[in-house]
């Protein structure tokens, strides 16, 4: 199979680089039409251009990554080839909804809302990463079903992986990588250290963005001594953390798409063998099975949280079974050459309906 890969954010960004390795890895034929450039105009005029440049060659269809929902409908008037398209997550919930960086009801809203709807009814197939993300497509955009097919976010193998396990010391470690986007809930992790200052329990908090400044702030008005803030990191240098932990925790905010999605975090732990703590959604549910590969507590709470660390703490058998089932799992079904042949087993099933 030809392909030729398109992309709005840069081919290094976790979702892109994951599904371009995916495809290499079973074998597709890829022409890359992508930039890492930071600036969103930059890439957009850059890929398109290498697009124009490349779209003579032979190929089958063309995948549009993330971000591609102001490509899809500029791909789409210049080629009749199926377009497979990786929308990953909506720009409209993201940007009004979850980050509330745009006002809803504005004239930007609006415009974010028409190109998630538009760019899903021109692609021939739509892939998001669970089952309830593409319940929130078909009842927010009001595209058909049929279009959408699931494909797990999975993680780079390449660099997550099982290494040496960490040195038991006096203090267990607990460990958080994220950007800080409200989803995530970091703050109910300041919280739970709060609650377990005097339990021998050292969280380590890696990474910066939209809710940063709040989380250290709260972490300095309850004059907490047993976290510590680390920083932004590069993507590379995340294994190295996880491997010095005991526990990795995924996500715990309030927002409606944290019900919605199951994040890189979850699996980059899970693919380490450790165990994992996350919120208990339907999202998560689709993947994971409570106290078998996951420990679950309630969403946006901060005691249940401190409860499952604390279990996790006292209970080293636990702890031991949830991290190898949570290996197992990723290994039989989110690893990055599973993930692509799940997506070429669709889009051969798409080009056949269309006799190509």
């Known amino acids: 199979m030809k392909l030729l890969f398109i992309c709005g954010r840069e081919p290094a960004y976790a979702r892109n680089n994951i599904i371009i390795k995916a495809l290499k890895k079973n074998k597709v034929d890829l022409t890359l039409c992508t930039s890492s450039s930071k600036n969103p105009f930059i890439i957009h005029l850059i890929v398109l251009l290498k697009f124009f440049f490349k779209m003579h060659k032979r190929y089958?269809?063309?995948?549009?990554?993330?971000?591609?929902?102001?490509?899809?409908?500029?791909?789409?008037?210049?080629?009749?080839?199926?377009?497979?398209?990786?929308?990953?997550?909506?720009?409209?919930?993201?940007?009004?909804?979850?980050?509330?960086?745009?006002?809803?009801?504005?004239?930007?809203?609006?415009?974010?809302?028409?190109?998630?709807?538009?760019?899903?009814?021109?692609?021939?197939?739509?892939?998001?990463?669970?089952?309830?993300?593409?319940?929130?497509?078909?009842?927010?955009?009001?595209?058909?079903?049929?279009?959408?097919?699931?494909?797990?976010?999975?993680?780079?193998?390449?660099?997550?992986?099982?290494?040496?396990?960490?040195?038991?010391?006096?203090?267990?470690?607990?460990?958080?990588?994220?950007?800080?986007?409200?989803?995530?809930?970091?703050?109910?992790?300041?919280?739970?250290?709060?609650?377990?200052?005097?339990?021998?329990?050292?969280?380590?908090?890696?990474?910066?963005?939209?809710?940063?400044?709040?989380?250290?702030?709260?972490?300095?008005?309850?004059?907490?001594?047993?976290?510590?803030?680390?920083?932004?990191?590069?993507?590379?240098?995340?294994?190295?953390?996880?491997?010095?932990?005991?526990?990795?925790?995924?996500?715990?905010?309030s927002t409606e798409k944290t019900k919605r999605v199951i994040p890189n975090k979850s699996y980059e732990i899970i693919a380490m063998m450790k165990p994992l703590v996350t919120a208990d959604t339907k999202a998560s549910r689709e993947l994971f099975v409570n106290k078998e590969n996951v420990l679950f507590c309630n969403v946006a709470d901060e005691k249940s949280l401190a409860e499952a660390i604390l279990t996790l703490k006292n209970n080293v058998k636990l702890r031991e079974r949830i991290a190898k089932k949570g290996y197992y799992l990723f290994k039989n079904k989110c690893s990055v050459k599973l993930i692509g042949e799940q997506i070429i087993g669709f889009m051969e099933s798409c080009l056949k309906l269309r006799n190509i």
Not at 65 to 77: A, D, E, N, T
Not at 195 to 203: A, G
Request: include cysteine; charged fraction near 25%; glycine fraction near 8%.
């Open 60 to 253: 089958d269809a063309v995948f549009v990554g993330f971000y591609g929902q102001l490509l899809v409908p500029i791909i789409r008037l210049f080629t009749k080839k199926p377009i497979f398209f990786d929308a990953f997550m909506s720009a409209y919930d993201t940007m009004v909804i979850d980050k509330r960086r745009v006002r809803r009801g504005s004239v930007i809203a609006g415009f974010l809302h028409y190109i998630d709807k538009k760019s899903c009814q021109l692609a021939d197939l739509v892939f998001l990463d669970t089952n309830q993300h593409i319940d929130y497509f078909v009842k927010e955009f009001k595209v058909p079903r049929r279009k959408f097919r699931r494909i797990l976010i999975g993680a780079d193998d390449d660099i997550f992986y099982p290494k040496a396990q960490r040195k038991q010391g006096s203090d267990l470690v607990v460990e958080f990588h994220g950007n800080f986007i409200p989803l995530q809930g970091a703050e109910y992790i300041v919280k739970a250290a709060k609650i377990l200052e005097e339990e021998n329990i050292e969280f380590m908090v890696i990474g910066s963005g939209q809710t940063f400044s709040k989380c250290f702030s709260l972490s300095k008005e309850l004059k907490l001594d047993n976290i510590n803030f680390i920083g932004r990191k590069n993507p590379t240098e995340i294994p190295r953390y996880i491997s010095s932990s005991d526990i990795g925790l995924g996500i715990f905010g």
